[in-house]
């Protein structure tokens, strides 16, 4: 399989390549050259494969003979080993939730896939590959378990100090071996910055194979798909209409979403549901799409005001704004709604959500009386336990610890601080 730049500036590549480079040259976003649909007859008889058949059968045209078949299955089962369970929260609605792994965040699943990936691409190499990335909370950790004990794989994190949460910070900054967390004097931004100046660094590059893990990799794009396949597996009623409400931010999951539509799952359409930082609900509204700087709110992992991935939605329906208005629906919602609808589900329905969940279930709510016979289901991305100072307050109540919380929490930290972008330099060249 070729990966095409985006930016179409720059020449194809195989999936090796696009792994390792994450952006493309000409700085574009790389995007599969030819999409295939998948049998029929697997989308029907769909409940008779096992999650790791269907992440084989949904990846393996990304990936050609680049990944023997072996090794492929290998990976997909270490990725998927763990639940996806789809609860009933509401007649026609249900929740999917992707917060079973080891960081209890669904960045968990495209992080394993993608380390796993770049562990078994560069296994000959003998220069190890060192990936910088910096986070605002939930890539760190799900980027620091997916990467530990990653041969010829190191790990640099960037994360603000102060500015995650104390369980977001335990993930990232007490497993040690191969992965370093920098805690950085500043802002998310900052963090972001520093990284950016250090993949342009021409010291830097001479001694080191930097590559990222954020969201705009493929590796970490395209595993999404497959929990929207399992999701599918495990309705009973498979005839009637399926919506997925997903709380989005770069808009990698529901773009990921898109591909699996594409592949032949009966998806009717998608809800965008986010919060006031409303990009994507505007453009649809206006077709005007104008990029603004991040508000804070309560579901931060959604603070983005320049999704990266919007460019591959727009690829993925041809450039053509009435064929994406039609399968993109796309709500915006303030904190106070977010937290009444916490609130609402704990009351009624007797379920915890975190704020982005909350936001997803915002978003079915704006639709599921409008559409009749139709099967609604929001992602809940996050377990509640990792925004724990958002949801406890409001709904009075202490969520107990899960086993892979406990596991990390007592850990002693370990991370280097740091200020200025020659700490980091100095970090990347002496390590
Ligand atoms: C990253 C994240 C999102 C946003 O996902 P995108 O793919 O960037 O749209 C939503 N919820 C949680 C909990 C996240 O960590």
């Not at 690829?315 to 064929?323: L, T, V």
């Not at 916490?342 to 936001?359: F, Q, R, T």
């Not at 996050?382 to 307050?393: E, I, W, Y």
Request: glycine share 6%; proline share 5%.
């Amino acid at each position: 399989m070729k990966y095409t730049s985006l930016n179409k500036k720059a020449s194809n590549v195989p999936f090796k390549e696009a792994v390792i480079k994450g952006l493309a040259p000409d700085k574009g976003l790389y995007f599969p050259d030819t999409i295939t649909p998948l049998n029929e007859d697997f989308i029907k008889h769909i409940s008779h494969f096992s999650n790791e058949e269907i992440g084989f059968e949904v990846i393996k045209q990304f990936i050609g003979d680049e990944i023997p078949e072996k090794e492929l299955k290998r990976i997909i089962g270490e990725t998927l080993s763990f639940d996806f369970p789809l609860v009933d929260i509401e007649y026609n609605i249900k929740a999917l939730e992707l917060f079973h792994g080891p960081t209890m965040a669904f960045k968990d699943i495209g992080a394993r896939f993608m380390a796993r990936c770049l562990g078994y691409l560069n296994r000959d190499s003998k220069r190890a590959v060192t990936v910088l990335v910096a986070t605002s909370g939930d890539t760190g950790g799900a980027v620091a378990s997916g990467f530990l004990d990653v041969k010829n794989v190191n790990v640099v994190i960037l994360y603000p100090s102060k500015k995650v949460s104390d369980v977001q910070e335990k993930q990232l900054t007490t497993l040690g071996k191969n992965i370093n967390a920098l805690e950085v004097e500043g802002t998310f931004d900052d963090c972001q910055a520093m990284v950016k100046k250090a993949f342009l660094d021409k010291s830097i590059i001479a001694n080191r194979q930097l590559t990222s893990a954020n969201s705009i990799n493929v590796a970490r794009w395209l595993p999404q798909m497959f929990y929207f396949f399992i999701a599918y597996k495990q309705l009973s009623e498979k005839n009637r209409k399926l919506v997925f409400s997903v709380p989005s931010g770069n808009y990698g999951n529901i773009c990921a979403a898109m591909m699996a539509k594409r592949l032949g799952l009966p998806i009717h359409h998608f809800i965008a549901s986010t919060n006031i930082n409303d990009i994507i609900p505007k453009y649809l509204l206006t077709g005007k799409y104008s990029p603004e700087p991040s508000k804070q709110t309560i579901s931060n992992a959604m603070d983005v005001g320049d999704p990266s991935n919007f460019i591959r939605i727009q690829e993925i329906y041809n450039h053509n704004f009435e064929a994406l208005k039609n399968d993109l629906h796309s709500y915006s919602f303030t904190d106070d709604e977010t937290v009444k609808a916490m609130l609402h589900l704990y009351e009624y329905n007797n379920y915890i959500a975190d704020p982005h969940g909350a936001v997803g279930y915002l978003g079915v709510k704006k639709e599921h009386k409008k559409y009749i016979d139709t099967q609604f289901v929001f992602l809940e991305t996050a377990h509640p336990v990792k925004f724990l100072n958002v949801v406890s307050p409001i709904i009075k109540k202490n969520i107990p610890l899960p086993p892979q919380i406990k596991k990390v929490i007592d850990q002693p930290k370990k991370a280097t601080f740091i200020k200025k972008y020659s700490e980091l330099k100095s970090f990347l060249l002496n390590n």
